[in-house]
């Protein structure tokens, strides 16, 4: 497309050791765009080889560049607030991009740039405020102890494909704020913006080589990734069985390392019967269909309260029904494609599932839509057995499963204690005890009261059981980046 002319995408391409270099691969994987199917670029498969040159280029950054040990965190702050500028600056084709690249509306990209550039600004407020503890001598002892925290070194980070940016600075962010070099694997869908990202932080003069790189590719170069005995620590988000193999895979290599994984979600939201329907099934629905459904904790799972159920089904269903389908660069489409035709078959089987296990009925949609691309209709299943495929498997698509109606919000808790995720869940009510009672009890790791998917900088986010470990976002993120050392001082010597 005439839009990509003056970007860095190229089929031989990759951003290492600070310069743009050829991959030693003639691999390449087209890049698509999800509305028409149409092939937009060309990017390099990167290989092993590849991954182990970003790798030292990494690890040689970290262990001798001035990154770590000549920088100051002030001078850290000063390179990521500029990299923040920089992508405000070029905020219109980074939008254009990611839109056209993950089939996301316009707006809903908008959004997320601000998160990005927020996010960038608010970790580099950290980079100069790492601080360890001092320990006075005890018992007339000449002996005091204190704390330093130092960066954990070289993090290599696979991402998933639907935030393609978002997700990249929740990672990169409050790992360089520590002080860590990166090697960063986007998802093969949807790798334009990484690029993009790699050249406008080339382009400050800020970061020392090798303080950033990227590879491409799948399967392969993330298994290398994972492996490379040079990597002192991986971030993954993705699906759960990928996750676990990750999380083996680190356990098995000569060197074991530190692993944060945030995988996938089956997320719980209750109705109780105090609320405004109209406006509470509008948040349901954009709780589920956001991203197309594309979101590790979107609503899939609704609970609704008998009392409300019959008046509450209409309600939701002309919500689902009122979202506009149409070319994501408008201005006024609300809903996108699925990312890939892998995807796209995958939940048409999950619907097929659901029309023909005898568990549940369909309110409204369950069929392709527009005619091209990757287009599914919004769709609401109602009256699902809680124990229901689709209401147990995490489906990665715009489908809601509406469950049968409950009497208590005991039971409700305690069938979902039993969820094998815990990412994140929402309740809709006006008592205070209720709320009180879901928030307490509950474990997910996010929980909306009367809102749903709204995510802060500060604020963390990551689950239990199924949906992973350790924390993206917030001060708690930033501190995963860091590992402390304990320093004990004779100073009677």
Known sequence: MASFSKLPFDEKLIYING?????????TCNVENPDTADVIAVVPECTAEDLDRAVHAAYTAFHDGPWVNEFSGAQRRDAMLAL???????????????????????????GELDDTIDLFRHFAGYADKVEGRHIAAQNNSSLEGYTVKVPVGVVGFINAFNYPICLLAWKVAPALAAGCTVVFKPGPQTPLTTQYFAHLLDSTNKFPPGVFNVVLGGVTVGQALVDH??????GFTGSVATGKHVIRSTASTRNVRSTSVELGGKSPGVVMPDVDLDKTAKLVVSGCMSNAGMNCNALTRLWVHRSIYDDFMPRLKAAAESLKLDTPQQDDTEMGPLIDRR??????????????????????????ALGRGYWIQPTLFYNVDPKARIATEEIFGPVLSVLQPFDSLDEVIEIERKNEFGLAAGIFSRNHQDIAKFTRKLRSGTIWVNNYNTLYSYLPFGGF?????????????????????????????
């Open 343 to 368: 995807q796209y078959e995958r939940v048409l089987e999950y619907i097929r599932i659901g029309k023909e296990e005898d568990k549940a009925s369909v309110l409204t949609g369950g069929e392709p």
């Open 84 to 110: 923040a500028d920089a992508i405000e600056k070029s905020r219109g084709e980074i939008e254009l991009i990611e839109s056209i690249n993950t089939g996301k509306p316009i707006t809903d990209v908008r």
């Open 465 to 493: 059981r199924n949906s992973g470990f350790g924390r993206e976002l917030g001060y708690e993120s930033f501190d995963g980046y860091l590992a402390p050392k304990a320093i004990i001082d004779d100073i009677s010597f």
């Open 19 to 27: 310069r743009w270099t050829e991959s030693s691969t003639t691999q």
């Open 229 to 234: 005995d040079l990597v002192d620590k991986i």
